[in-house]
């Protein structure tokens, strides 16, 4: 592949303007409760680590993670260690909460989501109020306090770090909040060994830290990589192209419009081909 040459030129990609739109996305999914990962809606029930599921009418924790279902042959302990996952009913206050964000009132909404934390510890409704609270301060632009909340979830539930939904949330918050250092290794580490999906994710990931580090050239790399290498990955590849084109445009590289040529003619649904034909 010929060496990308150029240098000095302005800069497209603004890391301020990107965090701004990572706020705004946050805040609109938010609302419309399309990225926390809550469960379906069902009865008080504790899933076995075979599959299996218990219902019941009532569930309780006790503070050393212990589950007591009351079932209709009478009430159950589960050890903690013994279940995969414990579920209470969600709780009113939850969409209160959702609800409260969506109007901008936002400590109130946090106030809500912390006491949710609080009295669902160990019943999953935990970890979803610490999601949508750390969806709320990235909607607020409060990008370290996301990330705050976010290793708190790690921290009481390690079991999360193979739940791509939190991983990549969590990542992203990193990336906005320029925590360069903490990511890094994360993003090696699925590029080496995570699924194709995931490494193809981290590597645009990689590019958009090595953008904001300045590091144009390398950025282009892999982003140029990410949409020859997997392009049989259609959720990464639209925005892939998309980042090349942006990168060699600053390079001052005659092929930028080749890729959002060939992101208008493979991919002409994403969004990111809307932007793109505007620069053809």
């Known amino acids: 592949m010929t060496r990308i040459a150029g240098k ?45 599921r218990i219902e019941g009418s009532d569930i309780r924790a006790q503070r050393n993670g212990d589950i007591i279902l009351t079932t209709p042959a009478g009430q159950r302990t589960f050890a903690r260690g013994t279940y995969a996952k414990a579920i209470a009913a969600k709780p009113p206050a939850f969409d209160q909460a959702r609800a409260l964000a969506g109007q901008g009132k936002h400590d109130e909404a946090i106030g809500m989501l912390e006491k949710i ?90 590019g958009d830290v090595r953008l904001a580090q300045g590091q144009v050239e390398t950025a282009a790399m892999d982003y140029l990589r990410t949409a020859i290498l997997f392009e049989s990955e259609a959720a990464v590849v639209p925005e892939a192209l998309f980042k090349a084109g942006q990168a060699l445009d600053r390079l001052r590289d005659p092929r930028a419009k080749d890729m959002y040529r060939r992101l208008v003619q493979n991919f002409p649904q994403s969004t990111f081909a809307q932007e793109a034909r505007s620069k053809l």
């Open 8 to 52: 000095g030129i302005p800069m497209i990609h603004n890391e301020k303007k990107y965090c701004r739109s990572i706020g705004r996305f946050a805040g609109a999914l938010l609302v419309a409760g399309l990225l926390l990962p809550v469960p379906s809606a069902v009865a008080q029930v504790v899933i076995l680590p075979n599959g299996n």
């Open 117 to 206: 934390a609080t009295d669902f510890r160990f019943l999953d409704w935990d970890n979803n109020a610490l999601m949508a609270i750390g969806q709320i301060q990235t909607s607020r632009g409060n990008h370290k306090d996301a990330v705050d909340v976010y290793e708190r979830l790690l921290r009481q539930s390690p079991e999360l770090k193979d739940d791509g939904t939190v991983q990549w949330t969590y990542r992203g918050a990193l990336l906005a909040a320029g925590l360069h250092e903490k990511l890094a290794p994360m993003l090696e580490e699925a590029i080496k060994s995570g699924s194709r999906a995931d490494a193809a994710k981290a590597q645009v990931m990689r």
